[in-house]
């Protein structure tokens, strides 16, 4: 079991530019996340999935979009990145049970110039 | 609505010291409560989460928390801290109904010296 997988590790955007921010996982579950975390604010809900085919916004949603194609995939988006978007992003997966444990990938650290 | 505050934003200690992180809830309804530790350039990992039942809930490596309901608290402790506890440590809530978003602190990080 890989787990929870991002990609990529690192990236380098310019102002305007676009990308996609890839999560994969391989424990069949149903709840996935996208949250970014910035010095000193702790992780906010950018975007999360209850299941295949369903998207929801959380707390922080605007600027990015989601897609949840796949069960085991889910994809964040930035159409126009701007600086404030600089951050890390973690995506996470739970199964349906009653209890909220999260199980964290290794995060994306992305800067916009 | 829920929040969770960290008082402290960096704890240094010595290693083998004990450790205490401290953290409080707000909440008006029945919560979950998590603690999740972070070690660097690396994803979160959960060290222990109280759900119900007994107040004195113990996690991996070492690490205990005692849910007190009274004071809003789940404070996370260690008798003796090893130099590779040096992390951050986020305490975390979700409530037991509907959607169960998880809430975060902004993280406390424990700098453990030798």
Not at chain 2, 108 to 113: A, G, K, P
């Amino acid at each position: 079991n890989a787990g929870v997988t991002q990609t990529p590790k690192f990236r380098v955007l310019k102002t305007g530019q676009s990308m996609t921010l890839l999560c994969a996982q391989d424990m069949n579950h149903e709840y996935m996340y996208w949250y970014r975390q910035d010095p000193g604010m702790g992780l906010r809900l950018i975007h999360y999935s209850v299941g295949e085919g369903t998207t929801a916004k959380g707390e922080v949603p605007d600027g990015y979009n989601v897609s949840r194609l796949k069960k085991q995939n889910f994809l964040l988006g930035l159409e126009s990145a701007a600086p404030s978007q600089t951050s890390v992003y973690f995506c996470a997966s739970r199964t349906g049970s009653s209890y909220n444990e999260q199980f964290f990938g290794p995060g994306t650290r992305l800067t916009v110039l | 609505a829920q929040s969770v505050t960290q008082l402290d934003s960096q704890v240094p200690v010595f290693e083998e010291a004990p450790v205490e992180l401290r953290c409080n809830y707000s909440s008006s309804v029945s919560v979950y409560l998590f603690w999740y530790v972070q070690y660097p350039n690396q994803g979160l990992q959960l060290l222990l989460k109280y759900l119900s039942g007994s107040t004195l809930v113990k996690g991996i490596n070492g690490f205990e928390a005692e849910f007190n309901k009274s004071q809003t608290s789940f404070h996370l402790r260690k008798p003796s801290v090893h130099i590779s506890d040096t992390a951050e440590y986020f305490c975390a809530l979700s409530m037991n109904t509907g959607f169960q978003k998880l809430v975060f602190g902004t993280g406390t990080r424990l700098l453990v010296s030798p």
